[in-house]
């Protein structure tokens, strides 16, 4: 069974910058289409960011573009995003997920479209 474990959340003020991690076990990182997704209280989870299998292919939510940036080290099996400029409504528990892809340049957005998740991390953003 994979396993996610996120970490890098935390009470932040309006401008700041966070990186969230999340380190996968097994062997098969490459292999995995990966996100980020987080869920506000009294909303739906909803689309952050993501990076295909290969890494060549990203996409963002327009909420969080060009503040947020995801990135994958398959050495590590690991993989990040790194948030700046934060601002209050980025208030919200942050979810990593994995999916097993054998499409190198697919980006999954659609949180049923992944395997594996993370349990999550809280960020809050004060103003």
């Known amino acids: 069974q994979v396993q996610l474990v996120e970490s890098g959340g935390g009470l932040v003020q309006a401008g700041d910058s966070l990186r969230l991690s999340c380190a996968t076990s097994?062997?098969?990182?490459?292999?995995?289409?990966v996100g980020w997704f987080r869920q506000a209280p009294g909303k739906e989870r909803e689309f952050v960011a993501g990076?295909?299998?290969?890494?060549?292919?990203?996409n963002y939510a327009d909420s969080v573009k060009g503040r947020f940036t995801i990135s994958r080290d398959n050495a590590k099996n690991t993989f990040y995003l790194q948030m700046s400029s934060l601002k209050p409504e980025d208030t919200a528990v942050y979810y990593c997920?994995?999916?097993?892809?054998?499409?190198?340049?697919?980006?999954?957005?659609?949180?049923?479209?992944?395997?594996?998740w993370g349990q999550g991390t809280q960020v809050a953003v004060s103003s």
């Open positions: 097994g062997r098969s990182f490459s292999t995995y289409g």
């Open positions: 990076a295909s299998r290969s890494a060549f292919s990203t």
């Open positions: 997920a994995a999916k097993t892809s054998t499409l190198p340049y697919t980006v999954y957005s659609l949180p049923r479209a992944y395997d594996y």
